[in-house]
């Protein structure tokens, strides 16, 4: 969740202790990551990827869920977003060229791999390149239709043990009316917001299982990693003997 996100506003009070999940884009994992680096700390990355046409619905869904009240301390625009989704159909809202919108259906699994800041100026081939190369940088990625997946590939290749935890924000399902898309300007629409994150999605798809690199083999064997993730090089981390900071 980012810190303006109107869950936080909803849901913070109820909780002793809330955690707040910010959605960072690679370049900021990397500049993490290289300043523990440089504490002597190695980072397990781990990232989520999900089947892009899902995540634009998904963002809809909950857009238009979200009660109008948890929206009292967003930013205007997002407020504007927010509202188009609650008062349009699918179909309607995939047209709208609101900034919150277009910023948000945009490619954005994409753009975020590659650096939402230099992928503003990149052409899409750039960020196509960027966002694979960065892909292979994380130890573990999963799906988020299949998030157990995950779980279980951190315990068994780590010994990393996630504890259970309540969903506070669950998006809504609506009538099949309101999700369905027919205009061939909208298909259009939806075919270029996920042309980029397909290809990394497909990219994920073909080393899930079998498909992986032939270069990771030797680290999935050393480390009893499962097949069900890409795994790329493990850089010596030896599972259940400790989880890096």
């Known amino acids: 969740l980012h810190p303006t996100h109107p869950t936080w506003s909803v849901n913070a009070p109820h ?32 990232t989520m990827l999900r089947s892009p046409r899902e995540r634009i619905m998904s963002r809809y869904r909950e857009w238009r869920g979200t009660p109008e009240a948890s929206l009292a301390h967003a930013d205007a625009r997002v407020q504007e977003a927010y509202l188009m989704a609650r008062r349009h159909p699918f179909e309607r809202f995939l047209l709208s060229d609101h900034p919150v919108v277009v910023n948000a259906c945009d490619n954005l699994q994409a753009r975020m791999l590659a650096g939402l800041g230099p992928s503003r100026t990149q052409d899409a081939s750039a960020i196509l390149r960027a966002a694979l190369t960065a892909l292979d940088t994380y130890h573990v990625i999963g799906r988020t239709d299949e998030p157990q997946r995950m779980v279980d590939a951190l315990e068994k290749a780590y010994g990393l043990v996630l504890p259970a935890y309540p969903r506070v924000h669950v998006s809504k399902t609506f009538d099949h009316d309101v999700m369905v898309v027919r205009d061939p300007e909208a298909l259009a629409r939806l075919a270029a917001y996920t042309k980029l994150d397909d290809v990394v999605w497909q990219a994920l798809l073909r080393r899930d299982g079998t498909g992986m690199p032939p270069h990771h083999d030797q680290a999935r064997r050393a480390h009893g990693a499962t097949t069900l993730f890409a795994l790329p090089s493990l850089r010596g981390l030896a599972p259940k003997a400790g989880i890096p900071d």
């Open 15 to 46: 909780y002793d202790l809330f955690g707040l999940r910010i959605h960072l884009d690679h370049d900021r994992i990397a500049a993490l990551a290289a300043a523990l680096r440089r504490d002597g700390r190695e980072p397990l990355l781990l």
